[in-house]
């Protein structure tokens, strides 16, 4: 890698903060003791990490935290299948306070995700944070410059870059295989109802449920399902709300944008536009059904669409979502059900790489690596760094949709050039939350 492109990945503060230090320093642990980690969130992705943890040699569930009864009754209960007896809370201090605890793992909504990291990174804790990393470009920086000062081990949960077909991507880039990249290409599709998830009015949270914990730093407004979004679909529908998360371009757009990154060197764009809308779906969430941004990186173009009303797959290919590197040689397509290398000279035929069941496994490896970085102090696959990249190329398109602008992005300032933009960048908490490093 290019000393231009290791300067690129290291330099994530406008105030000079220190967030150069390459490899974290901690406490090495032997290799048989036990990590013991606590559970913040326990929502639908918070089970599935909590069962994940169990495959892991030495590391062992100990605590688990949310705001709604339901879901601490539920990892309770799928602990104790694991063979694991679990303390139960609601407050998620009671958990980044605990040093008995090493490690946490928070899969809450979006907008609590930079606190908590910093919280817990002050704490003493290693992390495991879900992406998107942060909803502010501001959180990114203080969740770096979090892991780098007080020496934690965060790992993003940008899993696919521990899965065979994107290592396979990585590795098909790595060696030229596509000859020069002048283009990329990401796409999600399908086919929502024109109801959506409907339109349901503000009422009483559920008794069982601390509404108030559950917004934190977000503003203070009445209860709506669809805002929680716990019971309205297997998919929270929070995610489609701006206060706390930025809808299918920071769930979805992460995973599709990631690979680029990886395959890429992790370079960031400098051009920015995005455009979209709700064009077909009547339900009261805030974010786009339909999507289209552009980002200029320099050497080579990417694009990212949103097709939430038509389910045609990109290239014939994809199932719905996957990325596409572009090469005067040839195009790799992966996803996570597949890795092709199509030719561009028509007459060679695909080299395709799909149906292994090693390939297809990122949850439990990614969570193995971190636990061995835990233990060696090294960089894990997705270093919180990497997943920062990610999330604020996904949030500055957002950005550039809600305001109609064309955003010219300072990798070295961290920020736009458009002052119009500018206030939106800063993180906005609602009293007493402050995120301070």
Known sequence: MSTEAIHRRDVLSAAGTALTTSLFTGRVRGANDRISVGFIGIGAMGSGNLGYSMKVPGMAPVAVCDVYQPHLERAEAIARK????????????????????????????????AYMTVEACKAGKDVYVEKPSCVYIEEGPKMVEAARKYKRIVQAGTMQRSGGYFKKAVELVASGALGDITFCHTFQSGLASRQGFG???????????????????????????????????????FRYF????????????????????QCLNEVMPTGISAQGGKFYVTDNTQTPDTMLATFFYGKFLSSYELRSCNPMPLLGLGQGAGTAIHGTKATVFVNRRMCRLIPTDSKLPNQVWEDNDEMRQMNVPHWINWAECIKSRQRPTSEIETCVRSSSVCLLANLSLRHNLRLDWDEK?????????????????RSPWKLEV
């Open 82 to 113: 694991g063979g694991y007896k679990v303390k139960a809370v609601t407050d998620f201090r009671d958990i980044i306070h605990d040093k008995s605890i090493d490690a946490v793992c928070i899969s809450t909504p979006d907008h609590w995700h």
């Open 199 to 237: 339109n349901p009015p503000d009422g009483t949270p559920p008794a069982d449920l601390d509404w108030d914990m559950w917004l934190g730093p977000a503003p203070k407004v009445p209860f709506n399902p669809n805002r929680w979004g716990v019971k309205t679909s297997h998919f929270p529908t």
């Open 242 to 261: 701006w206060d706390y998360a930025g809808g299918a371009m920071t769930d979805w757009g992460v995973h599709l944008i990631d690979p680029i990154h």
């Open 413 to 429: 300032s961290w920020t736009v050039a458009q002052d119009a933009v500018k206030p939106f960048l800063k993180a906005h908490y």
